[in-house]
């Protein structure tokens, strides 16, 4: 308790989490730092992939010859907002099992590597040598429809064969991989604007095997989250409560001060109950796991100004939970200052039109967003 | 008369020093044990103006060094003994008499050697002349720093180092009594008029300012003084009196007239190494009973005229650095920590921001053990910075093995570093108190009985309670710092045995916590990290029906404990029992048997309660994480038996074979192995030798690494097999060189793999290490340490090494050696310390290749959780920049008459240099900036000894 406002433990474990990146070190007493000031993630400064999403994110495969379409979009934006037409190919391969773990693997980050084998998610780029065994190219720019997205067909070879490149023995000997563990095949999305630039990105799709794992079987695949309303409020009293909160819908467009802030706050979306595998690790052996609660993560993005945090979450870990006992989603925008803000020769006055994003991810793939727009100036 | 004329003094001073230059330049090449020159010095105190005056003091023509007590060096007893050396008009000594006892055998030994020295005789007024010379012999069983000597005799050698002198210039000179405790009349001066009885007119004792040591064999000289009409004084010439005991009592007798009441008589107590107490006493004064005289001598800088008996060092054949305890307290930099002294010698890889780690020959830190007193610690540093868990009054010796050492040592395979506590024999009440910014310490150590002697330390940090004073206070910030709280203790019961014997009861034992310092002043955060060990050990040292024997005993209690709010929980709890045994005894004249027993019995308990990610393949965020239950109660054996036979072929080899056997039974997994071991020593001369070595060193892995829930319980034991091949040179008695080249080939490392972890790492060091060094002197130590060096790790394991655990592939094969993330190239450092007068002033400078580094070559986007995962280019295929920093230090010492008082101020990074110790990067791995070292960071520390 402080200041007449409560903490809840995950507030304070947030604010503690906070504390140990600023400074987990007598060092930080003694000077020892990197002065440098990066951008900030939540702004969109030049061309980025700021998501992407597959329908569907998971596939329970009864009959493989009735594998079903994947409709791919990924949302490409820079600072000016939407890329308009973006070209982009996509090259599909399978899990490597021996492959490099991404950082945020909490598995990788904890000391535990687990590469692609037993990782928590192992998304990585498909081999660069079109001639690579395991690399399939789906898609080329030819077959990008008008909306950005492409639709996509995996073979049921090529599932096969990602079937069997993906099979390792753990440290008791017995084999894994995608049978048991969940088959996860990696999407490559190569993006480039027209003026040459590229980004890349990876997405993943995962496929069940009921046949291998019974458990499994009969569970409803997972379902994209849907950010169903945003809201917009003024501020955010002491005891986390919103301030004259409003719909913030694709046709407002609300005025910030340059250096005003405004909260945005989307609604939740649903968070599924589901059913994994995962490996025990003290027997080797690969066990149903029933999830109760999904998690949701939602990510801010604006082409001007910056988001704080840049993401949250249901989980209390990323995101920040008061003693209402809910999960707190909103961010606060903060708008460039004056002198950032160019003058309208029209008016005279300050105004800046920035584009919103709100990406939310479930855990298994799903992912969708929200685009918002506002403008800074005087109101 | 005679007069104390300080312009005179340092005349005499200067010439006295050009001799003592020209007699090193002449006998340098002849010892490789000689470190000083062995000039006489004529001691200050007592200059006569009218009288003779000494024009040349004696120079040392012959050298004959006395032996080690052959007992005494079986029992490692060490002894100084001061001798009163009588030398006539040609340079012959006539008489040697002790002045200062170390016993029987050593006194004995000192007297046989100094009767048979030959000198350039001593002028007086340009004539040659008789004189006594004050003259101390030190017995040691090991030289600081240095390679061992050529022994002069079995068992023992001996180096003339100097020789220190209180001339009495004129005919009477050496018949002074050559008791060393006993008052004496005036000597040789007949009575002026009709003798008296002897009166005993003074009764005084002579200590050293600061210390309060007793001065034994201190010289007492008279001078009759006799008021002019005009109010001056008239001096008759000074007369040897007489020598403090060993507890620096004297009297001053008076077998002559009586003084008159215009008479005064001045006494002069002194030696070489002291400034002259001077008293004078009127006639009124000494009429009735004896008159009391505390002489309070003030130590001289430059007590360096002494005899160094050295025994030959152990295990010779032994690639070792030992430092002495000045060189240890007083490198820069190092805060006077003597165990970071040891990160400014070759073959330790630079510890970045300062932190106590200790890279030894490429090693991984863990793989270099330490151990205090023969046992070993698993922590040498307190947390972060903080300095090492021993105190310097605690240390006796530090010794250094980058590799090949005896099977003696065992269970790593890297380096090694030894540290000997100091065997307490204090007489009476010594202590100190040490106050600088970091932390506050004490030390104690006294006698307890007639064979008994205590020493303790203790120590605690005080920067917990420094800083939050300078954090400027924030209401609402969320900055935070963590600073370490730390604190130590040392104790030491030393009793000595009959028959040799020895039996000694340490305990140490060390913790460490952090502390969170705030801005905010409502902030409650709070971080419980708690590390500590505690020994309690008993040695007993026993010499046996020709045998050697040493047994210790030792109780340990270790501790690893964290908290991090609520739901984040470790424990690791040890309670382990040990047994060292060593039996050595000489089976001929060549061959000596050495064996032993090293067994370890521990009761290890763990207990974790920590969110850990599931191992599935959909993304496990906190909330969905599992959680670590797990408790581990085990009881983990790891004996061992050792046999080494020390060769000695013809006067030139020294061959030492040896093997080791160890058998593990850790984590419920059991592992052996044998480790074969050979050293070779050949002496070609007194001032060069070669070595050479060779063997297998095993290790166990990690042992959270051998779990099977966090780590692959099948992993085999590390090992490698060491080369090394060395020459020493010594090119005068105090510089000499060092200069080894070393290979290590390290197998069986864990490796990231699907398995967890899998043992298919390999490493290799080699390289060249060279030490040039300026032995401690009065004034002056340094050295010059230079690495050429590279160490080598195969693929996954240079990533794993770095920081690459994200992006990097797992069960990495590749037999392809790449830079490890310890390789530095080039490793350059010069310290160097000057003490003049009160002052000393020192400074290293280090001069470092960068750490290798693998760049960033882009980075794509992760749409599944939102981020940016690096795509990394060669591994460790680039470099940070060169590490270049200075430090400095100045020390400036007050002497009052019962203690000492020292100030200094230890600076690190005087220049302020911006060297890069790691790379961070933006989000998306577009902009990279590095992160500094150590910022320009002075700390002023406060010392007083009594």
Known sequence: MRGGRAETKGAARGRRRRGLLVGFSFLGAVGASACTTFDDPSTVLDLRIL?????????????????????????????????????????????????????????????????????????????????????????????????????????????????????????????????????????????????????????????????????????TPNQTPVISAVEQ????????????????????????????????????????????????ATTGQVLPYPVATETLRYSFFATSGKFSPSETSTDPGRGVRWNDGKPHLEAKYEAPDAAEVPVDPATGKPRLDVTVWIVVRDDRGGASWEERHLRVGEP | LLSLKRGRVLALSAAWAFASFSFAAAAGAQEFEQRRPNEVEPKAPVPSAPGPQLTKAPVLKKNVLPVYPAEAYAEKREADVGLLIDIDASGTVTSATVAKSAGPAFDDAAVAAAVQLVFEPAEIDGKPGAIRIAYTSHF???????????????????????????????????????????????????????????????????????????????????????????????????????????????????????????????????????????????????????ASWECVAKPRVGRTYETRVRAPVKNPEATRTTLSLRELTTVPGTLGDPLRAIQSLPGVARSPYGLGLLVVRGAAPEDTGVFIDGQRVPALYHFLVGPSVLTPNMMERVDFYPGGFS?????????????????????????????????????????????????????????????PLFVPKKRGSTYLTTVPIYWDYQARVDHRLGGGGHLAVVAFGSEDSLKVVAQDPDSTFSLEN?????????????????????????????????????????????????????????????????????????????????PYPRQGRTLADSSSQDRIIATRDLTDTAPAVWLETPLKLGSSWRVVPGVRGDHYHVIDTDKSSID?????????????????????????????????????????????????????KAFTEVIDLSLTGFLVRRHDLPVASVERFSSTGKGRSYGVETLLRHQVTAHFFGWVAYTLSRTEVTQGLAMLGGTQMAGMNVNNTSTAYQPSAYDETHNLIVVGSYR?????????????????????????????????????????????????????????????????????????????????????????YQKSAPVRGLPILPVLGLKGRF
């Open chain 1, 51 to 219: 998501a992407a999403s597959i329908e569907p994110s998971e596939v329970i495969v009864d009959d493989v010859s009735t594998l079903p379409s994947l409709r791919l979009k990924p949302l490409v934006a820079d600072h000016q907002g939407d890329v308009v037409a973006p070209q982009f190919s996509i090259v599909a391969c399978p899990n490597q099992p021996f492959g490099p773990a991404p950082p945020a693997d909490p598995m990788a980050s904890g000391g535990f590597p687990a590469g692609g084998a037993r990782g928590t998610l192992s998304s990585t780029l498909c081999p660069a040598d079109p001639a690579a065994p395991h690399r399939w190219s789906l898609a080329t720019a030819a077959d990008v429809q008008d909306d950005g997205s492409v639709t996509l067909n995996l073979t049921p070879d090529q599932l096969q064969d990602a079937l069997m490149s993906d099979l390792f023995r753990d440290q008791f000997g017995n084999l894994h991989g995608g049978f048991d563990l969940g088959l996860p095949i990696n999407l490559e999305i190569d993006v480039t604007r027209g003026d040459g630039v590229t980004v890349k990105a990876v997405k993943r799709v995962l496929f069940w095997f009921p046949q291998l794992v019974p458990a499994i079987a009969g569970e």
């Open chain 2, 836 to 924: 003049l007068a009160s002052w000393e002033l020192g400074g290293r400078y280090r001069l470092v290749s960068g750490r290798p580094e693998t760049p960033v070559r882009g980075a794509f986007f992760d749409a599944d959780f939102g981020g940016y995962t690096p795509m990394y280019g060669t591994t460790n295929s680039t470099r940070r920049a060169t590490f270049s920093q200075l430090d400095l230090r100045i020390e400036r010492t007050w002497l009052f008459d019962a203690w000492r008082f020292s100030a200094y101020l230890d600076v690190q990074n005087v220049t302020n240099a911006q060297n890069p110790e790691a790379t961070v990067y933006d989000y998306r």
């Open chain 2, 530 to 610: 708690r590390i500590g060990f505690h020994r309690a050990q008993l040695v007993w040292d026993q010499p046996w029906q020709g045998w050697d024997t040493k047994l210790l005993l030792s109780y340990g209690y270790s501790i690893q404990d964290f908290n991090a709010g609520d739901d984040n929980h470790g424990l690791i709890r040890s309670h382990s029992l040990t047994m060292r045994e060593e039996l050595s005894r000489p089976l001929a004249s060549w061959v000596t048997l050495a064996m032993g027993f090293d067994g370890i019995l521990s009761f290890d308990y763990a207990d974790f309660n920590a």
């Open chain 2, 140 to 290: 040691r069983l090991a030289a600081p720093g240095a390679t061992d000597a050529a022994p002069a005799a079995e068992g023992a050698s001996g180096t003339p180092r100097d020789s220190a002198t209180a001339p009495v210039p004129g005919p009477d000179a050496p018949s002074v009594p050559p008791s060393a405790s006993a008052s004496a009349p005036l000597a040789g001066a007949p009575p002026a008029g009709g003798a008296s009885a002897p009166k005993v007119l003074v009764q005084g004792t002579a200590k050293e300012k600061g210390t309060r040591e007793p001065l034994a064999g201190a010289d007492v000289s008279v001078i009759r003084r006799r008021r002019q009409a005009d109010g001056s004084w008239k001096e008759e010439p000074a007369k040897l009196v007489g020598a403090s005991d060993d507890q620096g009592a004297f009297t001053v007798s008076w077998g002559f007239d009586p003084l008159g009441p215009d008479e005064a008589v001045r006494v002069v107590v002194g030696d070489t190494n002291h400034e002259p107490c001077i008293h004078d006493f009127a006639a009124s004064e000494l009429g009735g009973a004896p």
């Open chain 2, 676 to 728: 074969p071991r050979l050293a070779v020593r050949y002496t070609y001369s007194k001032s060069l030798a070669f070595k050479a070595s060779a063997g297998l060193f095993h290790q166990l892995p990690t042992p959270q690494f051998l779990d099977k829930e966090f780590g692959n319980p099948n992993l085999g034991l590390i090992w490698a097999d060491q080369y090394q091949l060395g020459v020493e």
């Open chain 2, 407 to 467: 099977v003696r040592y065992g269970r790593i395979s890297g380096g090694a570093i030894d540290v000997t506590t100091h065997n307490s024999t204090a007489t009476r009440l010594h202590g100190s108190v040490d106050v600088n910014l970091l932390d506050v310490s004490a030390y104690a150590e006294g006698p307890v009985g007639k064979d008994t002697a205590a020493a303790g330390a203790v120590r605690r940090s005080v920067i917990d309670g420094l800083l």
């Open chain 1, 233 to 280: 409020a003024t501020g955010r009293n002491d005891d986390a409560v919103l301030e004259n909160v409003s719909p913030f819908d694709e046709n407002a467009l609300p005025t910030v001060a340059p250096g005003g802030e405004l909260w945005v706050r989307p609604s939740l979306a649903t968070q599924e109950p589901y059913l994994t595998t995962v490996l025990d």
